[in-house]
């Protein structure tokens, strides 16, 4: 048994100061000055103690732009735990041979987890056979599905199948996440910049405009009220987004925001450095305006989430870097 002694915890609803018995690896009492002589005391004075971290949003060995994602259900997982994050939530790719050999091929991916894991379905097609086979997602253990209003001709669904899914996953006590970008702005904007021979960084951002993720948000959030179904918003990154969802809210839409520590601390000035492409994500940084909005949308609860969108890679992917006294090497970009 574990004693935590004179700690600061932290639930969901209070702050309080007390001691936590851990019997078998569950927490069996919490109360002031507990007394357990059996038991190994940990002096949790002046420290805080909470509950393990729920990052949901992860992308783990995944295979996108020739290379593979760093890191794994292995790597990734240990790296979670070591920040205090116990459980995490992965995004099942969705492969042409159907959902059930699309979340067979991700539970054996997973097979070294190191913490608690769960998945969501990236939902990148979608027809009839797509439409009648979804409920048995939630056989699965799967309730969220993802849709993409970017990365047309590979990720993207048109309005129409995003609004089908949307009703089905009222259907079936599902919900559906967004990623929110305008991808036909996107798909204009990027032979222009690589034609005027803007290949640096900061251009990734300024390809991907900000009112392109404040538009699609607040057309998906449309579709969702008329569906009556719920919607998340995921890795939102713009001022606009924030002002979209916090409209969307207050008129009675079922919709949630999710946000990620990257845009809250770092901008696109960071990608004009010597190592920019080092800050490079999708959506990209924005400008210090759009930080200070999304912390008052934390703040006021406009957003609900804070999740990391994983998906890490290796800076040059030419040369190994030891990992657990081995050389590992993924081959990637440089």
């Known amino acids: 048994m574990l004693l935590i002694k004179?700690?600061?915890l932290i639930t969901a609803s209070d702050t309080y100061q007390a001691d936590i018995l851990v019997k078998d690896g569950k927490i069996v009492e919490i109360g002031q000055a507990l007394h357990v002589p059996d038991a190994e005391p940990v002096d949790a004075s002046n420290k805080l103690v909470l509950p393990g971290g729920v990052d949901p949003h992860t992308?783990?060995?995944l295979e996108m732009f020739d290379t593979v994602s760093s890191d794994d259900h292995y790597t990734g997982h240990k790296a979670a735990a070591f920040g205090g994050t116990t459980t995490v939530i992965d995004f099942v790719v969705q492969e042409p041979q159907g959902f059930k050999y699309s979340v067979d091929l991700w539970h054996e991916k997973a097979q070294k987890a190191a913490i608690d894991y769960s998945f969501h379905m990236n939902l990148t097609h979608f027809d009839e056979q797509v439409a009648i086979d979804i409920p048995?997602?939630?056989q699965m253990g799967i309730t969220t599905?993802?849709?993409?209003?970017a990365y047309n001709g590979r990720l993207r669904l048109d309005d129409g199948s995003i609004f089908q899914a949307l009703r089905i996953a009222k259907e079936n006590g599902m919900m559906v996440m967004l990623h929110a970008e305008n991808g036909d702005v996107i798909e204009a904007l990027i032979p222009e910049a690589l034609a005027a021979g803007h290949t640096t960084p900061e251009w990734h951002a300024l390809t991907r405009p900000a009112w392109g993720a404040a538009d699609a948000g607040l057309r998906v959030a449309g579709m969702a009220s008329v569906a009556d179904a719920p919607l998340y918003i995921v890795h939102m990154n713009a001022a606009g987004e924030v002002d979209m969802l916090q409209y969307a809210r207050e008129h009675g839409v079922k919709v949630m925001g999710e946000t990620c520590p990257q845009y809250l601390f770092f901008t696109i000035d960071h990608m004009r450095r010597p190592d920019g492409a080092k800050w490079v994500c999708s959506p990209p940084m924005r400008t210090e305006v759009d930080n200070a909005r999304i912390w008052?949308?934390?703040s006021e609860g406009t957003i609900q989430?804070?999740?990391t969108d994983h998906c890490a890679?290796?800076?040059d992917?030419?040369?190994p870097i030891e990992y657990e006294g081995q050389q590992i090497a993924i081959p990637g970009r440089n």
Do not use: E, Q
């Open 6 to 8: 004179s700690g600061t």
């Open 59 to 61: 992308h783990f060995d």
């Open 305 to 307: 989430t804070i999740g």
């Open 313 to 315: 890679f290796f800076y």
């Open 317 to 319: 992917g030419t040369k």
């Open 145 to 149: 599905m993802k849709v993409f209003t």
């Open 296 to 298: 008052d949308g934390l």
């Open 136 to 138: 048995m997602l939630v």
